[in-house]
């Protein structure tokens, strides 16, 4: 394809803000990016690495307070920067279209669907007014919405996150676009979801020879849909070539980092955190952004910027050492995750725990109404001393409910909670005894969200010292200090406020406030999935060594199989608020497993350009779990027959611990898998 | 960078006073509110007459010499009356204020905080009495409870602090969502901690805006219910009642009407000017949100 024109041409592009001080402060610092027709290309970095403003360049398009401050943009032989607006207009939606990252937003909530594709049509197509609805129609079956016609008399609210996605993407296919540029296009949707997403783009880009232009955090993504990927760390290019060869021998140490940092399912182990963090845009530059994390770094490193030069298998990197990132691979070897000791004592026990959230008023209850299903029923979970017990599930499964239900936030409506010596443990938090509330403790998804903003470092996590152990003035302090050296941070940053830290900073000072109570039990939910993946990485090397120095117990929520993998003894999988499978995580992730496991595990990606996964499930989104028989009955791809939707599956036991829910005998199942 | 320095609490209040200097609305905001403040407080030592002093000799004269501002109809020096007119609203709004975002912001946190019936039946209460024109439950407390300093300062607290009741709520509802609330709550705070230590410090923000904007009303309002005769009473001097009572030689001598009407409202924009700021300052102005 080299030979060709290119279809989008960015040339040395350099974007900007003007900082405080009244410089202005890149973004993007001489990015290069061309696209040619039909081409799929892969833009990935973490947070701040400005991929999302790139993307959006392509378009002409920069978000308020960013600048353009030099190089150009050129498509369609003019640059998108000089053109007029209503040029702009024409271009933008119709021969170069956007998927943005949460399409659900996207959407007008107070249109139809219908409508809302028909406005896109009239905007970049000439059709004979009665050929539009037709065409609505069309585009919905292309991107494969069961029910064209229904589909477009709803309303976005009635449809599923996934559902949302399509509809943007058969909107964005209105202007027949030459280019569709997509950003996070399947962030925040279930793994079924998105591997449904990504094939279907796949075939689209195929089938119209588009070109797709995908912003990723998410390498797994980038492998499955892309045939170029370009690196950016820091504003800058630091690697561009194959999808193949990036993946597999990447001629960058940063993009080995990365890869390095990412979990895998097939190993039980843990995955490799990257040192430090990106330079900001408003720190001074000298020599290679990524030499103070590089173990590779040498004088000349510091010395200037490296330009771009080619490397091994058609990449050009800016790395003065291509040849030797691959030597790397000796000294970042992966480590075990801590095993949790056997025979361990109990800590935890929930026995036949459900939760509610309807509420049946008055008038329900004389109509006698039916009692939907509860959100969680019957779940039967036992957690050891120094035992790390995974809950995974898509989102709706009720992992996070039961977490809040164990904390005391959500009072179960049935069945008991039992600390480790057996006492029951008072149903809501305000019941609870400070000695009980100090042994459980709780870690939220989003730093940003459960510290103070506030607050400084010492005051969060002076809340806990203050109230379970009566701690005052240096003896908190000192305590405080300490705390923060188990997470891994200086005593400087106690003055700090959480707006001043980084994201990962964030959660390990949630983590301090976690361990300051010095609980046998902690809860968390989804803890790293706000962080990017090297981040991630430190955040879960940080609680496997918790684990083995403190002896907690850990209940690790996560909608991702593979994190949930490298850190979990057992892992308990949730359908719908009941449980299928639970067992220790090799059992559990192999074979003979429970049909939703299969389904859930096959769609997983990897970073690997040759791993498809299994589709086995539609992704229909299902709002409540059926009233009778097994909670999964819908979307079964193996299903028995009507036993199936009247009565409840049998715990089948598959030996140590290893239990499936299912009507399905356990040699079937096996038989099943091997298919 | 600012980081690793400590802001302790006077720092803060420093930094965005620093900071809304950086504003021209800032500049110009607080400019005019420090002016006013200080004629309000140095005025009776440097007015050139006593406020009460009449030159019958000089009625409705214009501006001179003798008086720059020119005389009243009873010939009292209209630059005098000015300067000291603005010292009774500033000191019954300046403590009227403070009150209603007490208690008003105390309501509205708990009621955000608490919700259910009572929130329900509250807020209904504040939308009945916000549905009615403004002047006119201020009016009907006057004639129960008669007029002046004294009673005019809980009535202005007490209705301005209605209003206050909805701001403080949402700002605090919009808290109450967020984790470190649920986290407190699982760690098992008792309900006034998380409110002193968690709730609290998030909302102070909006209510000094709130109190911002709520005084320059509460300044408007007042000097309307002296030029109805319901707030200052004469000879002591007021904006408000000195526009009534020129308004009917206006034509003869504009300056008794224009002077305490250009002291009104440089008062009041200087206020609004301040405010502005000082939300722009503190974040709470999402209207130019800045991407980075």
Partial sequence: MAGAAPLIDIRKLCVGFRGRAGAMLPVLHEVDLT???????????????????????????????????????????????????????????????????????????????????????????????????????????????????????????????????????????????????????????????????????????????????????????????????????????????????????????????????????????????????????????????????????????????????????????????????????????????????????????????????????????????????????????????????????????????????????????????????????????????????????????????????????????????????????????????????????????????????????????????????????????????????????????????????????????????????????????????RICEIGPAGAVYGTPSHPYTAVLLGAVLTPDPDHAPRLMAEDAAELSPPARGCPFQNRCPVKRGPICDTETPPLRDAGDGHGIRCHIELDDLRRIARR | MRAGRSLRRGARGVETLRAMLGRLSGVIGLTLVALHLALALISPWIVPYEYTSMDSAQTLAGPSAAHWLGTDHLGRDVLTRVLLGGREALLVTGTATPVALVWGGGLGVYLGLKGGWRDEVAMRLVDAVLALPGILPLLVLITVFGTGGEVLMPTLAFFFGIPVIRVARAAAHEVVARDFISAARARGHSPLSIVRRELLPNVTDTLLVEGAMRWSWMLLAFSALSFLGFGVSPPKPDWGLMVSDARIYMSLAPWGVIAPVIALSTLIIGINLTADALAKTLGLDHSRKAVI
Avoid at chain 1, 331 to 337: L, S
Wanted: glycine share 10%; proline share 8%.
């Fill in chain 1, 35 to 577: 696209v040619h027709p039909g081409e799929s290309i892969g833009i990935v970095g973490e947070s701040g690495s400005g991929k999302s403003t790139l993307a959006l360049a392509a378009m002409g398009y920069l978000k308020h307070g960013l600048q353009k401050m030099s190089g150009e943009v050129i498509y369609d032989g003019a640059d998108m920067f000089e053109r007029s607006d209503r040029d702009l207009s024409r271009i933008r939606g119709g021969q170069l279209g956007l998927i943005p990252q949460n399409s659900g937003q996207a959407l007008t909530p107070t249109m139809r669907i219908g409508r809302q594709i028909r406005e896109a049509l009239h905007l970049h197509c000439d059709l004979p007014e009665a050929e539009y609805s037709r065409r609505a129609q069309e585009l919905l079956a292309q991107v494969r919405l069961p029910d064209p016609g229904v589909m477009l008399r709803r309303y976005p609210h009635e449809l599923s996150g996934g559902q949302q996605q399509r509809v943007a993407v058969a909107m964005a296919l209105a202007g027949e676009p030459d280019a569709l540029l997509l950003d996070e296009p399947t962030t925040g949707l279930d793994v079924t979801t998105q591997a449904h997403i990504l094939d279907l783009l796949r075939d689209l880009a195929a089938s119209r020879n588009m070109a797709m232009v995908y912003v990723s955090h998410d390498l797994g993504v980038i492998a499955r849909v892309c045939d170029r990927v370009q690196v950016l760390y820091a504003g800058e290019t630091v690697l561009d070539g194959p999808v193949r060869a990036v993946l597999r021998n990447p001629a960058h140490p940063y993009a080995h980092g990365l890869l390095a940092s990412i979990p895998r399912l097939g190993e039980a182990t843990l995955p490799r955190a990257l040192d430090g963090r990106p330079p900001g845009p408003a720190e001074a530059r000298q020599g290679c952004a990524f030499a103070p994390r590089c173990p590779l770094a040498t004088g000349d490193c510091r010395a200037a910027r490296p330009p771009m030069i080619d490397g091994p298998e058609e990449q050009i990197t800016r790395c003065l050492y291509p040849d030797h990132v691959a030597g790397l691979e000796a000294d970042t070897k992966r480590t075990e995750p801590q095993p949790c000791p056997p025979d361990s004592p109990e800590a935890l026990s929930l026995f036949g725990v459900s939760i509610r959230y309807d509420q049946r008023g008055p008038i329900d209850r004389l109509r006698r109404a039916p009692r939907p299903p509860a959100t969680v029923d019957g779940i039967d979970l036992q957690l050891a001393r120094g035992e790390t017990l995974g809950l995974v599930g898509e989102s709706g499964s009720g992992k996070s409910t039961i977490l809040k239900s164990i904390a005391g936030l959500l009072p179960p409506s049935a069945g008991a909670i039992t600390l480790g010596d057996g006492t029951p443990l008072p149903r809501s938090v305000e019941r609870r005894r400070p000695d009980q509330l100090r042994r459980i403790q709780m870690i939220f998804q989003n730093p940003d969200d459960s510290l103070n903003p506030r607050q400084s470092v010492a005051e969060i996590l002076a809340q806990p010292l203050r109230l379970y152990f009566g701690l005052k003035d240096d003896a908190l302090r000192d305590r405080a200090a300490g705390l923060l050296e188990v997470v891994r941070l200086g005593a400087d940053y106690l003055d700090r406020r959480p707006g001043q830290l980084s994201g990962g900073e964030r959660q390990r000072v949630a983590v301090a406030r976690a361990f300051a109570a010095g609980p046998e039990i902690v809860l968390c939910d989804e803890i790293t999935s706000a962080l990017d993946v090297s981040v991630q990485a430190a955040v879960l090397d940080l609680l496997n060594d918790l684990k083995a120095e403190h002896g907690t117990g850990f209940v690790f929520v996560s909608h991702d199989l593979t994190v949930v993998r490298a850190l979990s003894d057992r892992i308990a999988v949730l359908y719908q608020g």
